[in-house]
């Protein structure tokens, strides 16, 4: 679990014609509409949005690349044509290359290309693979290494060599003499790691790959994790043999210890080792290295445990000393982004930060004096797309005009003469040619799926991509409901923002359950002007059964500035809790609404939610379903829980006021619990002492574990299966008000 991260699900979705039910009588047979099923929505994916993956831009700003039909082939951008095949795989099988492309990437220069086949998933963003260098000139390939998966395999700039890791070491290949060297050579399996991150820094910092090489190619810097007093975890795995199987690895939970993490650079041309002096290493990180402009010069970022102090050091490639580039501390704590952008004039650099209270754009110096600040006002800067040097342009996205709404902007290097480039409201995110000459615009709202169009650099509009206008056809066609905007002020004078969905053809007679769905976690937002994809399709489903399904952003999201999103410091849960609760109560008091059952639901952060939810506002919520819970956060691991509630130690009422296992006894409701026992991230043992807890205090509750699934529940019918569970639950639980067992897959309207 990250900051602001919303958790996987894998969510498409499908339409069959089944007369829909009505509700009321307004509507004649004749414009009676599709109705909505869950095997159709999770297991033939009919409802699937179209979208557009990344573009891999060439250098000349006009053309792009993409793997399709299993071959790598260039486009116009701005016309979509074929232009052509720049690598088709039926020519080349063997050296461990199965003739199928997992992804590509290309060298600086575009003369090379690397080739990622038959890639094997570790974690979340962690894999290994087999790799390939493609010379377009001799239409040659090479294994860089033939007898075994690597990890991340990347080419000098220069393109002569190429840096991997293989169990745990650092090596780079000579392209030219087809000779492998290594860079490390002490790397071991849950001891040390040379050039990959750990499992916290891979969840938490979110970047596996650690290693990078110099812009001149003779060096490679390098984080080295030396995780050998890390606590480990084991989890079992049910495969159908006679025993079970047993995955163990280094997980450091709260208060605990981390791994100790140091960086080096390695010189290609004499084969030495240079250790960047960091000072004072105790209870730090090292969230992020990256080289300057100058192959001399490597900017390390050092924090501290608490994550509240952050300095950006530059190192001396030679000599390893460090000087102070920029250092900034927060009362709260500091998010760490991938912003930091040095100029290639050598002289300056781009950091985006929230130290006037919200999140904005800042040109300093290399002495780390701050020449101008970029962007201002009272709104967040929620995504740096990058720099126009030639134009002295800079591109961002910013919810300036609403927390609601994320558009696009282009400012000077001067800060003035700021655009908006975004052409309609809604939520807009940018791509932008390598020359910045054109821009693909995916822009949604919260009632209408993305569109992907080019523009040029004068913002018209060149070609629509793709328009996803058969969605709005499936719209039409089952008679799906618009999700409204609304806001509220709580008790304690707080303005909330939410969205909802009423049932079709609302009796004003009937008063209808209530469903809220929320994630609720630190700086993350469910109520924003986009499409709500992946579940769009299950809320409509509910709003057709006779449901109200509504969302709400409490305090501790993101959009509206520090303040609001980093109040929850050190009490994680309390107030997101008290405001679903008030918003509980205030959908509760609605005319159409029966406040006696109300329901919530939520997915890790938001299963953690949703339970305390029903806990604590035990007189107001009648069901909640959470999924992939945390039930304590003495459970979970440093580098997150850390960043918001300090140990156990530094902060025990924190945990414990805050923790749903200490509150099982105020269970009155009706309460589903839901964990995939392969869970990597927030593991079983949160479901299973939840549990634990709701026997001691006897309390009776529903149950589904998923074997072998981790926090995703996905595969093999797992989510068919899983939302299928959720909506009898509800339909029971919550709209009847008892438990029937209805046969899967054949849910009463």
Not at 75 to 98: A, C, I, Q, R, S
Not at 206 to 222: C, I, M, Q
Not at 465 to 483: A, C, V, Y
Not at 623 to 635: L, R, Y
């Amino acid at each position: 679990m990250k900051a602001a991260k919303v958790l996987p699900l894998i969510i498409i979705c499908f339409l069959i014609s089944i007369e829909a039910p009505l509700f009321g009588q307004k509507e004649a047979k004749t414009q009676e509409k599709a109705s909505i099923n869950l095997e159709d929505i999770w297991k033939n994916y009919a409802f699937a949005t179209k979208s557009v993956p990344g573009f891999n831009f060439m250098l000349d700003g006009r053309h792009y690349t993409r793997l399709r039909s299993n071959s790598i082939k260039m486009y116009d951008l701005t016309t979509g044509d074929e232009v052509k095949e720049l690598f088709n795989p039926k020519k080349f099988k063997g050296n461990g290359f199965d003739g199928k492309i997992s992804s590509y990437s290309f060298s600086d220069d575009e003369s090379k290309i690397m080739i990622k086949s038959g890639s094997e998933q570790i974690y979340r963003r962690s894999s290994r693979a087999y790799f390939h260098v493609y010379d377009r000139k001799t239409e040659k390939l090479i294994p860089v290494y033939e007898d075994d998966k690597i990890q991340y395999a990347t080419l000098s700039p220069d393109n002569s060599k190429v840096a991997y890791v293989w169990k745990n070491d650092l090596y780079w290949f000579d392209l030219e003499s087809g000779e492998t060297h290594p860079v490390s050579t002490d790397g071991k399996i849950n001891e040390i790691i040379n050039g990959t991150t750990d499992w916290v820094y891979e969840e938490e910092f979110a970047f596996v790959k650690a290693f990078f090489w110099s812009p001149d190619s003779e060096r490679l810097a390098y984080i080295r994790f030396d995780e050998t007093d890390v606590p480990e975890f084991t989890m079992t795995k049910h495969n159908g043999e006679l025993y079970p199987e047993y995955v163990t690895w280094k997980y450091p939970k709260v208060g605990e210890k981390n791994a100790k993490v140091s960086v080096h650079i390695f010189n290609v041309i004499d084969s030495k080792t240079v250790n960047v002096d960091l000072g004072e290493m105790t209870e730090m990180y090292v969230p992020r290295i990256k080289w300057t402009q100058n192959s001399n010069k490597l900017c390390v970022f050092k924090m501290n445990r608490h994550q509240n102090d952050l300095k950006l050091l530059l190192a001396d490639a030679k000599k390893g000393r460090t000087e102070l580039l920029l250092h900034e501390k927060n009362k709260y704590y500091i998010d760490i982004t991938d912003d930091l952008t040095f100029l290639k004039n050598g002289k300056e650099f781009i950091w985006s930060s929230e130290k006037n209270g919200f999140n904005h754009l800042y040109l300093f110096d290399l002495k780390g004096k701050q020449k101008k600040q970029l962007t201002s006002g009272d709104y967040d800067v929620t995504s740096f797309y990058g720099i126009d040097e030639k134009n002295k342009t800079v591109y961002y996205q910013a919810a300036e005009s609403s927390a609601l709404v994320k558009d696009v902007y282009s400012v000077k290097l001067n800060g003035r003469n700021k655009r908006k480039l975004s052409q309609k409201a809604g939520t807009t995110r940018a791509q932008f040619s390598s020359t910045f000459d054109y821009a693909v615009f995916n822009h949604s709202d919260i009632n209408t799926a993305a569109t992907y169009k080019v523009y040029d650099r004068s913002n018209k509009l060149v070609r629509v991509i793709e328009g996803n206008e058969d969605i709005k056809e499936l719209q039409k066609s089952h008679g799906t409901q618009p999700l409204e905007f609304f806001s509220f002020m709580t008790s304690e004078g707080v303005k909330l923002n939410g969205w909802m969905i009423k049932p079709p053809n609302m009796d004003p007679s009937k008063e209808y359950p209530v469903f809220m769905t929320q994630y609720s976690g630190p700086g993350s937002q469910q109520v924003t002007d986009g499409w709500k994809g992946m579940n769009y399709w299950w809320y409509q489903m509910l709003a057709s059964k006779g449901y109200v399904v509504a969302c709400v952003d409490p305090r501790g999201t993101g959009g509206r500035g520090e303040e609001f999103k980093k109040m929850t410091y050190l009490e994680l849960g309390k107030y997101e809790t008290i405001d679903q609760i008030e918003a509980a109560k205030y959908l509760g008091g609605l005319s159409y609404t029966d406040k006696e059952r109300i329901g919530i639901f939520g997915w890790s952060y938001g299963g953690y939610m949703s339970s305390l939810c029903l806990l604590k506002g035990n007189d107001v919520f009648k069901a909640a379903i959470a999924v992939a819970p945390v039930t304590s956060w003495k459970w979970y691991d440093t580098i997150y829980t850390e960043r918001y509630m300090r140990t156990l130690t530094e902060n025990e009422s924190g945990y414990n006021d805050n923790s749903p296992i200490y509150f099982a006894d105020r269970l009155k409701g009706n309460y589903f619990l839901v964990h995939g026992d392969a869970d990597d991230n927030v593991h079983y043992q949160h479901t299973v002492e939840m549990a634990n807890a709701l026997i001691s205090a006897n309390k009776q509750y529903d149950t589904y574990f998923y074997p072998n699934r981790n926090h995703g529940i996905y595969g093999d019918n797992a989510r068919l299966h899983l939302y299928t569970a959720m909506t009898n639950f509800l339909e029971n639980k919550l709209k009847n008000g008892e438990w029937e067992h209805l046969e899967e897959q054949k849910i009463k309207p």
